[in-house]
């Protein structure tokens, strides 16, 4: 019975260290650089926690990090509007130390605003 408990806790362990592997702290992003560009969508995943989608950006593909699925959901983003191939405007923030990532601020899709912060 000891022995299962300390599996179960390493388990549990386990599993939320590599879930903080996945949350940005915005602090990591350069807010004094606004990046602000049209791109389309080649990739993207909607799920906590964060949504993600990749465009290119200087010709580079770079990952933007946008909201949770839950926030995005409230401010009216649905999975089908950020599906491979929409077109998209960006304002977002460079990561400090990776080179070809972001967090978006806002994104605008169809001529609609949506605030991701």
Known sequence: MTYLKGITLAMVFLLSVSFTAFH???ANYDQTKVLDFQSAIEHSIYENPHALAEVKYNG???TVYL????RMKTRGVSADMIKKG???RIVA????TKKTEMRAERIFIGGEKYELR
């Open 86 to 88: 929409t077109s998209l």
């Open 67 to 70: 909201a949770p699925a839950s």
């Open 60 to 62: 580079a593909r770079w």
């Open 93 to 96: 923030y460079p990561h400090k």
């Open 24 to 26: 940005h702290g915005w």
